[in-house]
């Protein structure tokens, strides 16, 4: 759909929690990209990502963030709902984490405030959320079940 729209490159990025090059396979993504014909890349090389200031950040007022979503013309988030330990619930704003390197060290700042002051950075054009499935419990891996 973005190339029916005009778009002249696509690129998908996930910042997974577990092993991507399995998540990739196991979620679809990789399959339906390439098909699609989208260039997809993984979060887990520290290379692709530029430290930012985060001028709104209340309490993260740096970060480093991936430079292509930096940089893009157009950022569609795509999040699936997901239960959290932490959150309770991800959806757009949470699923925004995944464009910081070290997504750990938000949990440990101020998860809820950090996740504010990512999402002031660089605000999604789109966000479509892909409800079909609900993971829970174990967020944000889903690994127990799967509500459909």
Request: hydrophobic fraction near 40%; aromatic fraction near 8%; charged fraction near 25%.
């Amino acid at each position: 759909m973005c190339y029916e729209a005009g778009a002249k490159r696509v690129a998908v990025w996930d910042h997974t929690c577990d092993n991507y090059q399995f998540c990739f396979s196991r979620s679809g993504l990789k399959k339906v990209a390439q098909d699609a014909g989208a260039d997809i890349f993984s979060g887990h090389g520290r290379n692709v990502y530029k430290t930012v200031e985060i001028p709104k950040g209340k309490a993260l007022k740096t970060a480093e963030y991936i430079k292509d979503m930096l940089e893009t013309d157009v950022l569609i988030n795509f999040p699936i709902p997901k239960q959290h330990f932490a959150t309770e619930l991800t959806l757009g704003l949470k699923n925004m984490m995944g464009a910081v390197w070290d997504m750990e060290l938000l949990h440990k700042i101020d998860l809820h405030q950090c996740i504010a002051d990512i999402n002031t950075l660089r605000k999604p054009d789109l966000v479509v959320v892909d409800a079909i499935a609900f993971l829970q419990p174990t967020g944000p891996r889903g690994r127990e079940k799967r509500k459909t």
